[in-house]
């Protein structure tokens, strides 16, 4: 009996309060304290889906271990898997289950909860009012590591670690358009109440079903056969070019191959070495999410051994590395500043004015600080994307192995054996490109500095194509009753172009697909695309696309948008330090 008792709000509101990692799943309520440490996703997975429903999160990428005939076949998570969920169910839930705000994302539990109490579901206005508190100087606790400070205009806000967290003059202007660009969120979009979600939730499974049956889950082998020729191809190019001492030639081919199965590169002459890589990071890509083989172990040899080592990949930043160690498929808070990483750039880019200030992130565990090199930088960002997006690989560099030196990827407990694999790659691949090709192949110091860099610039249209997907779209909170495809269309856009354009996109261009359904191979995602759009209009969810050159203005718009935000506010604190007046009239 104890395992199938119906638990109440309240319940489990206590359990949370208790310290319970609880996870509803298929309306099955999971205590995953014993798992948080063995999840090969890392705790963090499972921390932000703490007194949330995740049965789509957890089996909206599913991949074929069984025959296809099985219904559980294309479970994301193995049946082994499953069988350890259901030893971790301690009761079940009736009816549509509201969401809780986890604890790592600021919720607040009362052990002594009653139904509808405490951590109810919360509202747009709840979330326009604290932006707007914040921006006046009253911001609530779970927006700074230390709860009982707040933060009033102007001032200075307590030490984390090395450095004083500064924030910018707090004017209404400011939270006026944050607030703005949440209403317009909430009257663009379909309604948040739970019957409306619901809907859209019982439409995206119905489509996943069509998904399934339809085979968009099936790998089409035969694309990889004509990509291998491709790679070939480029690689022979790349061979002859060096052996023949064109080495700025054999480093754009270089690169390219890097990329190989789309490299949109705007440099049209020597750039025969860039073109190897920007191919290659395809592959590795659907490698990464197991879209391949459909399987870890075989999905991480293929990564680490095929993508770093033997074709010199090794450049996804953390989160995809993350995504691809632990075969997580949850994409669940994109464009949520504090806990989205491929967002957090401080003090290089801001999205939104609500970046203009400091900020804690849950996933490097980390405060950006705002301070004076912020203020300097962002006021330029739209001059300093493309110069920084073309050397951005090297900071890609830094951050895998930040990421696999750190103890976060300690932590993926069954999983714990990609840790040492990824290393002794990655060594590897510095040993083939550092020592091998550039130390003993280029002659001088000249010469290999722009070898480096050409072989890295060159991949610069990947960067741009990954940040217009999602740099142009709503980084507003609007809540924990936004259901997960409704998310996942508000916060990423497509890239349109013709399928013979697909050689140079890669099939990355399909991001919002893609994040609907992480585990379908991309040569698919052309086609699932139809049926997307076909689900888009049924539940009236805006689905975003625009061409690339569209794409670009947008990024650019915005990203001037938040500068001249900054430099009216940084008028304003320079007006008001010399006059004691607000200026605002």
């Not at 040492?420 to 000249?446: A, D, H, K, N, Q």
């Not at 139809?530 to 061409?547: A, D, M, P």
Request: overall charge positive; aromatic content about 12%; some cysteine.
């Amino acid at each position: 009996m104890g395992r199938c008792k119906v638990l109440s709000r309240a319940d489990i509101e206590s359990l949370i309060a208790a310290g319970g990692v609880i996870v509803i799943n298929d309306g099955n309520v999971l205590r995953l304290n014993g798992w948080l440490d063995k999840h090969p996703g890392g705790r963090l997975v499972l921390q932000h889906m703490v007194g949330r429903d995740a049965t789509d999160e957890i089996s909206m990428a599913f991949f074929k271990d069984l025959p296809a005939n099985d219904a559980s076949a294309y479970r994301y998570h193995c049946p082994k898997v499953l069988r350890t969920m259901n030893r971790y169910r301690i009761g079940r839930v009736s009816g549509p289950w509201i969401n809780f705000t986890p604890p790592i994302r600021g919720g607040k539990f009362s052990s002594k909860a009653h139904n509808g109490s405490s951590n109810a579901l919360e509202t747009p206005s709840v979330h326009a009012e604290a932006l707007s508190k914040f921006f006046h100087g009253e911001a609530s606790a779970s927006e700074s590591e230390d709860p009982s400070s707040s933060t009033p205009p102007c001032t200075t806000l307590p030490k984390h670690g090395a450095g004083t967290l500064r924030s910018p003059p707090a004017e209404p202007n400011n939270a006026k358009v944050v607030r703005q660009a949440l209403e317009d969120d909430i009257a663009q979009y379909p309604s948040l109440d739970a019957t409306t979600q619901q809907a859209i939730v019982q439409k995206y499974r119905e489509l996943h079903d069509r998904v399934k049956k339809e085979g968009f889950y099936e790998c089409r082998y035969r694309e990889y056969v004509k990509e291998l020729v491709q790679h070939v191809f480029i690689f022979a190019l790349f061979i002859v070019a060096l052996r023949a001492e064109w080495y700025i030639t054999s480093a754009a081919l270089l690169g390219l191959f890097w990329v190989c199965p789309n490299a949109r590169s705007p440099f049209k002459r020597d750039h025969a070495a860039d073109i190897a890589q920007h191919q290659i990071m395809f592959t590795a890509h659907d490698a990464g999410h197991r879209e391949i083989s459909h399987n870890f172990t075989s999905a991480v040899a293929y990564r680490s051994a095929g993508g770093r080592a033997v074709i010199t990949y090794i450049t996804l930043s953390p989160i995809i590395t993350q995504v691809s160690l632990a075969a997580q498929g949850p994409i669940t808070l994109t464009m949520v500043q504090e806990h989205d990483p491929d967002i957090q750039n401080a003090p290089l880019f801001a999205m939104s004015p609500s970046f203009l200030k400091s900020f804690h992130s849950s996933y490097y565990n980390f405060t950006f600080l705002w301070d004076k090199a912020a203020e300097f930088a962002i006021p330029y960002q739209r001059y300093t994307y493309y110069p920084i997006m073309g050397i951005a690989r090297f900071n890609l560099y830094i951050l895998s192995w930040c990421h696999l030196l750190s103890p976060r990827s300690a932590t993926f407990g069954a999983a714990s054996w990609t840790r040492p694999t990824e290393i002794c790659f990655m060594l590897c691949y510095w040993f083939l490109f550092g020592y091998c090709l550039v130390w003993r192949s280029v002659p001088t110091w000249t010469l290999r500095i722009a070898f480096v860099l050409v072989s890295h610039i060159i991949t610069m249209p990947l960067h741009v194509q990954i940040t217009l997907s999602h740099w142009a779209m709503s980084t507003s909170d609007v809540g924990e009753a936004e259901s997960f495809p409704q998310h996942q269309l508000r916060t990423t856009m497509d890239v349109e172009c013709p399928p013979w354009l697909d050689f140079i996109h890669g099939g990355l261009q399909f991001q919002a697909v893609h994040h609907l359904f992480p585990g379908v191979p991309r040569h698919n995602l052309r086609r699932l695309q139809q049926l997307v759009i076909q689900f888009s209009e049924e539940t009236n969810i805006r689905y975003k696309r625009l061409g690339f050159v569209a794409g670009n203005k947008d990024v650019l718009g915005k990203l001037g948008e938040v500068a001249g935000q900054l430099e009216m506010m940084l008028k304003c604190q320079k007006y008001m330090a010399e006059t004691g007046e607000s200026g605002l009239h």
